[in-house]
Structure formats: structure tokens, C-alpha cells
């Protein structure tokens, strides 16, 4: 069985992130051929065309770290019905210079939670717009908007809800799935 890697973005810079103990659920509770690392954005300066020509290291180190996985997760909050700032930042890091976009051809899910009952609904949508215009193939389904309540996910990760653990676990077996699928129709470059 193969293994792939797979580099997962919190949206929220916050220290009590709940999109945070969202991804260390999924990470507890992935098949054990999909090995997860965080690709930290924080230190990444607000993107201006002006570093084009010259990406500062931050930026080159960003950039390497989505090549040296085979597909990218996105567990994000909502801010103001879109994704949090620093996340789109990253993003457009992520995409530029002209012709250099770490995401075409990259595989990408999304996933996320928030208190409110339609979890990120609107901010999914949004990421996954900004997706389709890198050129990024999406897992479309399932989708996965995760309300989030006191003792839904501990700070070990460990969900205390049986269905969400169920469904979650269901979500990481597709992630599975859509890698491998698409990988047998765009290999991984050599």
C-alpha cells in the first residue's frame, strides 16, 4: 500500500484555534498510509508583486513545502463569510510569481468548523473558487461543515461524538480515495 503525503493549512492563526483541534482529529484519525505535516503561513510578509523577482526565504520554504506533498487540506474557519486573511495571503504566496503556482495540478480538500450551525458553508465556498482558479483538483464530496460545541473535539484531538467521528472518519477515507484516483490519471512528477 502506498503512502501519500498530504500538507494541511489552520486558517486560523489563533492559539485556540477549534480549526486546530479539528486537524489534529483528522490526523488521529486518518488511514495509516496518509501522513499529514502542517505548512505553517504566519511569518509570511503580506504578498505585493514586488518581491517577484526576488522571493524572500519565508516565501521559497513556503513554496517547497506544498511541492513535497501529494495533495494539500485546508481546514479553515469563516471570517466575515470568506477565509481569514492570513489564508489568503498564503494563497496568493502560494501562486505566484507568474507561472510558478504551487497549486496547479496540486490536490486539495477542504474542511472546517465554526460554533454557527452551517459550520464554514460560505467560506469553503469562497476557498474553493480561489482553488478552481489555480488550477487545483478539488475533492468535491463529501463536504464537510463541522459545528462545532463545548466537548465536541479535546485537545488531544479526540472527538467525544460518535457520529462526527464516523462521518470524519468516512471524510479521511474519500481524501484517501481522491488521492489515489487522481494520482493514477496525473502521476506524481519526478
Same mark, same amino acid.
Given at each position: 500500500?502506498?503512502?501519500?503525503?498530504?500538507?494541511?493549512?489552520?486558517?486560523?492563526?489563533?492559539?485556540?484555534?477549534?480549526?486546530?483541534?479539528?486537524?489534529?482529529?483528522?490526523?488521529?484519525?486518518?488511514?495509516?498510509?496518509?501522513?499529514?505535516?502542517?505548512?505553517?503561513?504566519?511569518?509570511?510578509? #503580506?504578498?505585493?508583486?514586488?518581491?517577484? &523577482?526576488?522571493? =524572500?526565504?519565508?516565501?521559497?520554504? $513556503?513554496? @517547497?513545502?506544498?511541492? *513535497? /506533498?501529494?495533495?494539500?487540506?485546508?481546514?479553515?474557519?469563516?471570517?466575515?463569510?470568506?477565509?481569514?486573511?492570513? #489564508?489568503?495571503?498564503?494563497?496568493?504566496? &502560494?501562486?505566484? =510569481?507568474?507561472?510558478?503556482?504551487? $497549486?496547479? @495540478?496540486?490536490?486539495? *480538500? /477542504?474542511?472546517?468548523?465554526?460554533?454557527?450551525?452551517?459550520?464554514?458553508?460560505?467560506?469553503?465556498?469562497?476557498?474553493?473558487?480561489?482553488?478552481?482558479?489555480?488550477?487545483?483538483?478539488?475533492?468535491?464530496?463529501?463536504?464537510?461543515?463541522?459545528?462545532?460545541?463545548?466537548?465536541?473535539?479535546?485537545?488531544?484531538?479526540?472527538?467525544?461524538?460518535?457520529?462526527?467521528?464516523?462521518?470524519?472518519?468516512?471524510?479521511?477515507?474519500?481524501?484517501?480515495?481522491?488521492?489515489?484516483?487522481?494520482?493514477?490519471?496525473?502521476?506524481?512528477?519526478?
Amino acid at each position: 500500500m502506498a503512502n501519500y503525503k498530504v500538507g494541511y493549512f489552520v486558517g486560523s492563526l489563533s492559539s485556540r484555534s477549534i480549526n486546530r483541534l479539528l486537524a489534529k482529529a483528522l490526523i488521529r484519525l486518518a488511514p495509516a498510509n496518509l501522513e499529514f505535516t502542517e505548512i505553517p503561513f504566519r511569518d509570511l510578509p #503580506l504578498y505585493s508583486s514586488d518581491y517577484d &523577482a526576488d522571493f =524572500p526565504a519565508v516565501a521559497l520554504e $513556503f513554496k @517547497r513545502a506544498i511541492a *513535497a /506533498v501529494d495533495a494539500v487540506l485546508f481546514v479553515t474557519p469563516e471570517y466575515n463569510r470568506s477565509i481569514p486573511g492570513g #489564508l489568503k495571503n498564503a494563497i496568493d504566496w &502560494a501562486s505566484r =510569481p507568474n507561472g510558478k503556482n504551487s $497549486f496547479a @495540478r496540486k490536490h486539495s *480538500a /477542504v474542511i472546517g468548523t465554526s460554533p454557527g450551525a452551517i459550520g464554514t458553508a460560505i467560506a469553503q465556498q469562497h476557498l474553493r473558487g480561489l482553488l478552481s482558479f489555480c488550477n487545483s483538483p478539488q475533492m468535491n464530496a463529501p463536504e464537510a461543515y463541522i459545528q462545532f460545541k463545548p466537548g465536541l473535539i479535546d485537545e488531544d484531538g479526540v472527538v467525544g461524538n460518535e457520529g462526527t467521528e464516523a462521518f470524519l472518519r468516512r471524510y479521511l477515507q474519500e481524501l484517501h480515495d481522491f488521492i489515489v484516483r487522481v494520482l493514477s490519471v496525473v502521476p506524481r512528477a519526478t
